[in-house]
């Protein structure tokens, strides 16, 4: 499966200053499958070791962490010699070998020469007493599978060809708007999760039966995080991460999205659930968008710690959360008319942070309430995110009105259009990672 991230691991090995890399990501994001492509594909050799499955490969770590001694020991494990300029060193599950994880360090001053790669489910690196090699080791985030990505795991190649080759101020033809959004109802059942999409790809002639086999793989994995809870949580209590980890479905079906302590334990503080909710993100597995309560820059500046919405990392995995069937999520179905809007909120805040958006910001007042703000080379953009075609933009017009600003930008199952007249740029959903496409 093609990943967009591919292209940054080459421009890592080819870098002059490369230092050892860590690719970080939630469980079952396809950060082993990435590495291991990656090592055969642009190195004479791969030399792989993994943490989770050979305990005993911890011990090349005890003592002397000089990478050459490290080098020597790996050679011995191995039983294989390594070219340090033509071969590579893949450290998969790091996070069970702490050790290992601290040899970066010493790599990054001493071995430069030699390209080093560790994969860290995001659960466990959090956790690590050992001290983290600050600044020695270059970092990147593994998310799951954009939608982009699906089209292209699904052999839709002339679709992703026809989104990543827009510019302002092109159209796109009706018959590639309905095509794609049927794409994106695939998708909403199925989400990003490889192992996920490679079941779907596997059945996709037969829909209901690949469907079935989607939500039968997420149903697992939903339990293997869930199992995962306490055997990293640490000090904070497993039960209370869980709990807050099941409530999203609920949370998003309100109205107003604004997190509550009270529907996840009965008259419960914010401050009692912080901790599970730094954990979750922290692991990846959730996306904390901040509310902010004025549309002037900068937006941190605006926040406050209790005023957050939470999404879940993977769409398919909000699915299967939620227990929606899978004929709902692909149909129109009035049955799902009202949490469909969450859902879609929930799609864009992926989108976003997978095109490299960073922190997500989202605007509340006491009358109006906007899906998501973003400020982009000092130039901020109020966002609507509607699931239908149609439907008033109350709370952008208001935001629009107070801080007078250049654009205003509606996400929905409409068509993309540039109004230059009303300054309202409507975007479809699927095209929310190429947000924003302005004028030259």
Known sequence: MKRTIYQRLSEWKNAGDRKPLMLKGARQTGKTYLLKEFGQNEFRRIHSINFQKDKTACEIFTGSLSPQRILESIQ??????????????????????????TSLKYFCEDMR??????????????????????????????????????????????????????????????????????????????????????TYCSYMGDRPEAFARVRAKQEDLITAYMSDFSKYSGKIAANEIASVFESIPAQLARENKKFKASQVIPQGRFSRLKSPIDWLT????????????????????????NRIKLYLFDIGILGALARIPPKNLYMKSDLF???KGAFCENFVAREFIYSGSGQLYSWMSNTAELEFIREIDGEVYPIEVKAGHSGKLKSLNVFAAKYQVKYRTRISARNLEFNEQSKIHNYPLYLSYRFPINPP
């Open 76 to 101: 011995l494990y191995l039983e294989t010699k390594v070219d340090k300029t033509k071969d590579i060193i893949f450290f998969d599950e790091i996070q069970d070998c702490p050790r290992a994880l």
């Open 113 to 198: 020469e030699l390209a080093v790669v560790s994969a860290g489910s995001l659960l466990g690196v959090t956790q690590i007493d050992e001290p983290f090699p600050v600044g020695q080791v270059s970092f990147l985030n593994l998310y799951p599978m954009s939608f982009e990505e699906f089209l292209l795991a699904v052999g839709d190649e002339i679709s992703y060809k026809k989104l990543r080759a827009l510019h302002y101020p092109d159209t796109i033809p009706p018959v590639l708007h309905h095509r794609l959004m049927e794409r994106l109802q695939e998708y909403f059942v199925v989400g990003g999760l490889p192992e996920v999409v490679s």
């Open 282 to 305: 922290g692991a990846g597995l959730l996306i904390k968008v901040k509310i902010v309560n004025s549309g002037e820059i900068p937006f941190e500046a605006f926040t406050a710690e």
């Open 337 to 339: 008319s009202t949490f």
